[in-house]
């Protein structure tokens, strides 16, 4: 059983950058592909972010964010971090992080994630 906690969301304004973290538990930490989500109200959950085991730690991002956010991993803390720049109005979302013990390559469905955190809130107002 993994178990994640988010942290770091809050409220920021336009421009401004935030750095989400993603605690977990369990000691194959090192060996999940662990992702990034958000989900606006009355939209459905949006990967964002995932970065693997494989080779140098390969990592894979959405279209919609590229070049904006970078998501970066500590296996000695079990923790994977997102790093959010130039934030924009349409950023606000609850923001989940989530553990594919599988392991792979490039996951990005919702569906191919098995451990989820709760959430946390990120708001982007003027």
């Known amino acids: 059983q993994v178990q994640l906690v988010e942290s770091g969301g809050g409220l920021v304004q336009p421009g401004d950058s935030l750095q989400l973290s993603c605690a977990a538990t369990g000691r194959s930490f090192s060996t999940y592909t662990m992702g990034w989500f958000r989900q606006a109200p009355g939209k459905e959950r949006e990967f964002l972010a995932g970065?693997?085991?494989?080779?140098?730690?390969?990592?894979y991002y959405a279209d919609s964010i590229y070049g904006r956010f970078v998501i970066f991993r500590d296996n000695d803390k079990n923790t994977v971090y997102l790093y959010m720049d130039k934030l924009k109005l349409a950023d606000t979302a609850t923001y989940y992080c989530a553990a594919d013990e599988s392991g792979g390559s490039q996951t990005r469905n919702v569906g191919d994630y098995k451990y989820w955190g709760q959430g946390t809130q990120v708001t982007v107002s003027s």
């Open positions: 970065i693997n085991t494989w080779g140098k730690r390969s990592t």
